[in-house]
């Protein structure tokens, strides 16, 4: 009462699943054994004054440097606002008539603001040199004013 009806596919499958069986329970033997090895000295890193990760602990002779908390600044730095001019000077790095806006990148800044078709006194087209003046809009800083410099 043998497995008369048994193919040659039949056993090569029995026997691969059988393989696969003995391959993971040998893993799992291995993997219990290697966490019976491991130490809270093994799993403990150290960050260095750089920020990176060691695994030697930091020098307590090592002379530590004092940091106020307050000169910490957490986030976007603030925009001071210049008691210059104005107006300003910038480049047009893109604009587009049918859809009525571009942007003109700051010459001294190199931040790009935005400009609309209702700010600009004088017909403009990209690479042009020209004079603004800023001010906040909806979205954040805005050119008025916009004039081609000569």
């Known amino acids: 009462m043998g497995r008369s009806q048994e193919t040659f596919g039949k056993k090569e499958v029995r026997n691969k699943k059988e393989r696969k069986r003995k391959e993971k329970a040998q893993k799992r033997l291995a993997k219990k054994e290697k966490e019976k090895s491991s130490k809270l000295e093994d799993m403990i890193a150290y960050v260095d004054e750089f920020g990176n990760i ?4 930091p020098d307590p002779e ?3 440097e004092e940091i106020n908390a307050e000169d910490i600044e957490i986030g976007v730095p603030k925009h001071n606002e210049e008691d210059e001019d104005p107006v300003r000077k910038g480049i047009v790095t893109y604009f ?14 190199k931040e790009k603001i935005f400009v609309h078709i209702n700010n600009v006194l004088e017909d403009i087209k990209e690479n042009n040199v020209v004079t603004y003046e800023v001010v906040m809009g909806q979205k954040g800083p805005a050119a008025t004013e916009v004039k081609v410099f000569k």
Do not use: E
């Open 54 to 57: 060691t695994n030697t602990p």
């Open 62 to 64: 090592q002379k530590k």
């Open 96 to 109: 587009n008539d049918d859809k009525g806006y571009g942007f003109i990148k700051d010459s001294k800044t």
